[in-house]
């Protein structure tokens, strides 16, 4: 495999990353080309779809690689097992992700063509080995099962930033902390409500608790 690109965005560390793709809309990301793949003919037909396919490689650190047939899904708990084939884990014999995401535009830099996403899973950094369309008529399956993902498809939390805090952060940094922190980047078997826990995102520590399913931002720091 070669990585023709890659991502450029504000999350830094694994913790907080949205689980799924498309969730936190409000974090926009870049997609960097490598010097050999920045040929705007490449792209040329690409802007009239609204959403991709990004095919990536998971981050070294990501314990991707190591084989296990079974794993524990952090939405079940970390006690169920499952199948590692029918889960996302980043544990799998190949370190490939898969995620769709809107296509907001195709910019023309001087570090060649720049493709602009919303919904991204990604951390800073990562590396991109593929780009394709998505096909509304064959990619969508409105009645497909879930398995047991479906069970917390609706799972997110009250999100409470005191204006207090948002002192020299821009709208658009404030939208996107409160989408990633509304879909609890906690592990699930975490239940304390004393806690205190940090999400860094745009350069800034964002430390929070969370009691029940209010989630209050307590602190925001550089960091």
Same mark, same amino acid.
């Given at each position: /495999?070669t990585? +023709?690109a890659?991502?450029?965005?504000? /999350?830094?560390?694994?913790?907080?990353?949205?689980?799924?793709?498309g969730?936190?809309?409000?974090?926009i990301?870049?997609?960097?080309?490598?010097?050999?793949?920045?040929?705007?003919?490449?792209?040329?037909?690409?802007?009239?779809?609204?959403? +991709?396919?990004? +095919?990536?490689?998971?981050?070294?650190?990501?314990g991707?690689g190591?084989?296990?047939?079974?794993?524990?899904?952090?939405?079940?708990?970390?006690?169920t097992? /499952?199948g590692v084939?029918?889960?996302?884990?980043?544990?799998?014999?190949n370190?490939?992700?898969?995620?769709?995401?809107?296509?907001?535009?195709?910019?023309?830099?001087?570090?060649?063509?720049?493709i602009?996403?919303?919904?991204?899973?990604?951390?800073?950094?990562?590396?991109?080995?593929?780009?394709?369309?998505?096909?509304?008529?064959?990619?969508? $399956?409105?009645?497909?099962?879930?398995?047991?993902?479906?069970? $917390?498809?609706?799972?997110s939390?009250?999100?409470v930033?005191?204006?207090?805090?948002?002192?020299?952060?821009?709208?658009?940094?404030?939208?996107?902390?409160?989408?990633?922190?509304?879909?609890?980047?906690?592990?699930?078997? $975490?239940?304390?409500?004393?806690? +205190?826990?940090?999400?860094?995102?745009?350069?800034?520590?964002?430390?929070?608790?969370?009691?029940?399913?209010?989630?209050?931002?307590?602190?925001?720091?550089p960091g």
């Amino acid at each position: /495999m070669t990585r +023709i690109a890659h991502i450029e965005n504000d /999350m830094s560390d694994k913790f907080g990353i949205p689980r799924q793709s498309g969730l936190a809309e409000e974090v926009i990301s870049t997609i960097v080309f490598e010097p050999h793949y920045r040929n705007p003919d490449a792209l040329k037909g690409l802007e009239e779809y609204s959403h +991709i396919w990004l +095919i990536w490689s998971f981050d070294p650190d990501s314990g991707s690689g190591d084989w296990s047939p079974m794993v524990r899904p952090p939405r079940l708990g970390g006690n169920t097992r /499952m199948g590692v084939f029918a889960t996302r884990s980043p544990n799998r014999p190949n370190p490939i992700g898969l995620s769709c995401v809107r296509l907001i535009e195709i910019e023309n830099s001087d570090r060649g063509p720049l493709i602009h996403v919303a919904g991204a899973d990604l951390r800073n950094g990562t590396s991109i080995l593929d780009i394709k369309p998505y096909l509304a008529y064959t990619d969508s $399956h409105p009645d497909a099962k879930s398995g047991f993902a479906a069970a $917390h498809i609706q799972d997110s939390l009250d999100v409470v930033f005191p204006d207090s805090l948002k002192t020299g952060l821009s709208e658009d940094i404030i939208k996107a902390a409160s989408a990633l922190l509304k879909y609890d980047p906690r592990p699930s078997y $975490h239940d304390d409500p004393d806690r +205190i826990y940090g999400m860094k995102y745009a350069g800034y520590d964002f430390r929070f608790r969370v009691n029940g399913s209010l989630l209050t931002v307590i602190e925001v720091e550089p960091g």
